[in-house]
């Protein structure tokens, strides 16, 4: 079955350690993105990759990075800089980033900070 | 900057009642309004969707009416089943620097009792 596979599910840090989420797509989609959802709020942008090779800063970046250098593959990785780092993360895609249409999301990673 | 604001931020309906969420958002240059539904541990998946171009559309029980004057939009769940409990979100999309993204809602928590 095609879709959005995301891992680890569940994950604990201590503080002043970097983390990598992973997410990976079989759904050959260009556009990827991370979304960060915190009790109460609504989904916030955190990068997007609108193809291969190519990423950009969402509204909420600081403390974040991420890398695509596969199609299928865009990790995320949350550093030591990111002050309020327990979250749930959400990793989506796209058919493209031309046209706005259906996201298409994983099932999250909650990342818990000890 | 861009906003849309959901509410209530929770319901309850009794089983075979009606539902109806409201958004309002910010920017006039929104074309594309999405809604999700969230089950726990889950990530959202599109329910419906309506575009600048139509005022209403209707899928089965549920339906998305959109005001482009008063910049409003609701999403309307009728004869309400148990299995309709979720977290709904809606979107509206927001032009970036030649990339359209979505500006979430705060999520609004609907509960059906049999």
């Known amino acids: 079955d095609g879709g959005i596979t995301q891992s680890p599910k569940y994950l604990f840090r201590k503080e002043g350690q970097n983390v990598t989420l992973s997410c990976e797509q079989n759904?050959?989609?260009?556009?990827m993105y991370w979304y960060r959802q915190d009790p109460g709020q609504g989904l916030r942008l955190i990068y997007y990759s609108q193809i291969v090779n190519d990423f950009q800063k969402g509204d909420i970046a600081e403390g974040y990075s991420v890398s695509r250098e596969k199609k299928e593959s865009f990790p995320l990785t949350v550093t030591s800089a990111q002050k309020n780092p327990t979250a749930f993360y959400l990793c989506?895609?796209?058919?493209?980033?031309?046209?706005?249409?259906?996201?298409?999301f994983g099932e999250g990673s909650r990342l818990t900070v000890l | 900057g861009e906003n849309v604001e959901q509410h209530p931020s929770t319901l309850s309906v009794q089983e075979g009642d009606s539902a109806v969420i409201k958004c309002t958002y910010s920017?006039?240059?929104?074309?594309?309004f999405p809604w999700y539904k969230q089950e726990l541990g889950k990530g959202p998946q599109l329910i419906i969707d309506?575009?600048?171009?139509?005022g209403e559309k209707k899928d089965q029980r549920i339906a998305v009416t959109l005001n482009k004057t008063a910049k409003h939009f609701s999403l309307h769940i009728t004869e309400t089943q148990p299995e309709d409990s979720a977290v709904y979100f809606c979107?509206?999309?927001?032009?970036?620097?030649?990339?359209?993204?979505?500006?979430f809602g705060t999520g609004t928590r609907l509960l059906v009792s049999p």
């Open positions: 920017d006039s240059a929104s074309n594309y």
């Open positions: 759904l050959n989609h260009d556009a």
């Open positions: 309506i575009r600048s171009n139509v």
């Open positions: 989506a895609s796209s058919i493209d980033w031309l046209n706005t249409g259906e996201l298409f």
């Open positions: 979107a509206a999309s927001v032009q970036n620097t030649g990339f359209q993204k979505l500006v």
